[in-house]
């Protein structure tokens, strides 16, 4: 997606050789216009697999989930990161390990929300290890409800989720895969490589 990687071009902070920030734009800050187109290309990628339901993450995945359910008229499930007094029965639950943040956290879903009649798209804002992803396909599969597909917004392909993941036989969508983060410079997954790993 051109508009995302031109987004990531001027506004992406190159930390070190693993670590983009995109806080300006993405995961702190959001660009609601930048955010709505994200939402349509992900409608548009997944629009012939008869999506019911949307499942992310909190907080990062919540405002390209929303744009994506907002042109797919269907509902948004994040799963929490933390207890609510609110959801504490009949709850879909897995552990999540953050390499950014260096601690585990217990995600949840009411089972109230996903059925074993829903086709769910995953979708989140990074793919590096793969553990979020992980984490919400674990939680779907308890719901026994079919994973239609996996979308996200960057994927850092010189790490091994997305590979992890499509080797397990999901479809994964990045609309911007980052081929390295080397010498603070940004450099993508070019086209043709990425009609490849399809």
Known sequence: MELLKEKIKQEGIVLSNTVLKVDSFLN?????????????????????????????IE???????VMA??????????ARKRKSMTLINDLLTAKVHSFTKNETNE????NKYLTENDQVLIIDD??????????????????KANIAGIGIVIEKAFQEGGQLLRDKG???VSLARVASLEE???????????????
Do not use: C, W, Y
Not at 69 to 78: E, T
């Open 69 to 78: 359910g907002l042109q797919m008229n269907v509902p948004v499930i994040f």
């Open 107 to 110: 995600i949840s879903v009411s």
């Open 184 to 198: 603070g410079k940004v450099t993508f997954v070019s086209d043709k490589t990425a009609e490849v790993m399809k």
């Open 126 to 143: 990074f793919l590096a290890n793969g553990q979020a992803a992980i984490g919400l396909i674990d939680i779907v599969q308890q719901a």
């Open 28 to 56: 702190h800050q959001i660009d609601p216009v930048l955010m709505l187109e994200i939402g349509k290309e992900f409608s548009q990628r997944f629009a012939d697999k008869g999506i019911t339901k949307i499942v992310t």
């Open 170 to 172: 999901f479809e994964v």
């Open 59 to 65: 907080s990062s995945g919540i405002a390209p989930a």
